[in-house]
C-alpha cells in the first residue's frame, strides 16, 4: 500500500472512531485540560470589575468607601462558575467516549462561562436595579440550561460514560438543573420589585446541591 492510501486509511479510520464515539485517551484529556482553562480564565476574570486604588489614594479610605454590592457579585459570581465546574468535573470523570456532539455542547457551555464575568459585573454596579438581576440569572439559567443538554447527550442519550444504573444517570442530569431552576425561579421576584430577594433565592443553588451530594453518599453507601 502507497503512502496515500495509507494517509486516506487512516483518515477514514479516526473518521469512523469520531462518529462511533470511540476517542483516544489523550484527546479527551485534551478535552477536559482545555474546559479547565475556560473556567480558569472565567473565575480570574470576575476580580477585575473590582476597582482598585491608584497611586497616592489612601488605601484605608478607599476600602471604607467601596461599594460592597461588587464584592457580593465576585462572591456570587466565583461560587456559580464554580458549581458549573464541579459538575463538569463530576460528569467527565465517568466519560470514556465522546463524539462531535460532545464537542460541540461542551463548546457552548463553555461559550457561556466565559460570557458570565461580564453580568456579573453589571450585577456589581447595579445590584439593587431590577434589569440587572434579571439579567444576571437568564443568563446562569442559560449556563444550566446548556449543561443540562451536555449532561443529558453524554449520559442518557449517547451513554459515553462507565455503565452507570439508570437512576445514576438521571440523577446526573436532575443535579445539573438545580442551578438554572433556582435563578429562573428568582426572575419573578425580582420583576416583582424585589431584586435583593430574588438575590437571596439565588443561596439555594449552592444549599441544595450540597445537600443531594450527602444524600447520594449515603443512599451510595446503603447500596
Not at 476597582?51 to 484605608?60: H, I, K, L, S
Not at 467601596?66 to 457580593?72: N, R
Not at 439559567?141 to 444504573?165: E, K, N, Q
Amino acid at each position: 500500500m502507497d503512502a496515500g492510501h495509507g494517509a486516506a486509511g487512516e483518515t477514514d479510520l479516526r473518521g469512523s472512531e469520531v462518529r462511533s464515539g470511540i476517542e483516544s485517551t489523550d484527546a479527551l484529556d485534551r478535552l477536559i485540560f482545555f474546559a479547565d482553562a475556560v473556567f480558569a480564565i472565567a473565575m480570574t476574570l470576575l476580580v477585575l470589575a473590582i476597582p482598585r486604588p491608584e497611586n497616592g489614594t489612601d488605601v484605608r479610605s478607599f476600602l471604607e468607601h467601596q461599594d460592597a454590592g461588587k464584592f457580593i457579585a465576585y462572591l456570587i459570581s466565583f461560587w456559580v462558575i464554580a458549581l458549573f465546574w464541579l459538575a463538569h468535573h463530576r460528569l467527565f470523570r465517568v466519560v470514556r467516549r465522546y463524539d462531535y456532539g460532545v464537542l460541540l455542547l461542551n463548546l457552548l457551555v463553555l461559550f457561556c462561562i466565559a460570557f458570565l464575568p461580564y453580568p456579573s459585573a453589571i450585577l456589581g454596579d447595579h445590584g439593587t436595579d431590577v434589569a440587572a438581576t434579571v439579567f444576571y440569572a437568564l443568563c446562569v439559567a442559560a449556563t444550566g440550561a446548556a449543561f443540562t443538554a451536555l449532561s443529558w447527550y453524554v449520559v442518557m442519550h449517547r451513554a459515553f460514560t462507565v455503565p452507570l444504573p439508570r437512576p445514576t444517570a438521571r440523577l446526573y442530569v436532575l443535579r445539573v438543573l438545580i442551578v438554572p431552576a433556582v435563578f429562573l425561579l428568582s426572575i419573578p421576584v425580582a420583576l416583582a420589585q424585589h431584586p435583593a430577594a430574588a438575590q437571596k433565592l439565588w443561596l439555594l443553588s449552592f444549599i441544595v446541591p450540597a445537600l443531594g451530594s450527602l444524600w447520594m453518599r449515603r443512599h451510595g453507601r446503603r447500596s
